[in-house]
């Protein structure tokens, strides 16, 4: 996940607008790799993969607030993207960014934290799924 990390870095490096007629957001600082949002991003991804689906519910019914505090991140903040069927981490990073809500959580300097997972499944409609946590402590 170090290719997804970097890619979103070098975004949050620029300025850049999220929101059509929107200010541009500043660039903001780095995030560092969390290996707790790694846990949760990770039983996400392998959730949507192995079970056929996309969305921020898991099939058991779990939240990403629910994933991301069962994985022992104590958060002040946090934000969730998902996303399916992207060949590399630097094609889903740019698929976010021409999202508002997800280019927001990318932009955000109210995260530091980071971590990320993407799992595949052959059987599966979009084949690679993927799953970013960002939080604050």
Known sequence: M???????NAARA???VCVNGQS??????????????AAAADRHSTDMAVHNFMDHTGSDGSSATQRITQAG???SAWGENIAAGYPTAAAVVQGWLGSPGHCANIMSARFTDFGASC??????????????DFGRP
Do not use: C, D, E, K
């Not at 170090?2 to 979103?8: E, N, Q, V």
């Not at 799992?119 to 970013?132: D, E, I, L, Q, V």
């Open 2 to 8: 170090g290719a997804l990390l970097t890619a979103i």
């Open 14 to 16: 620029q300025a850049r």
């Open 24 to 37: 541009p957001l500043p660039a903001v600082a780095p995030l560092g790799w969390n290996a707790q949002l």
């Open 73 to 75: 991140y104590v958060w």
């Open 119 to 132: 799992r595949s499944s052959a059987a599966a409609t979009y084949g690679s799924y993927w799953t970013t």
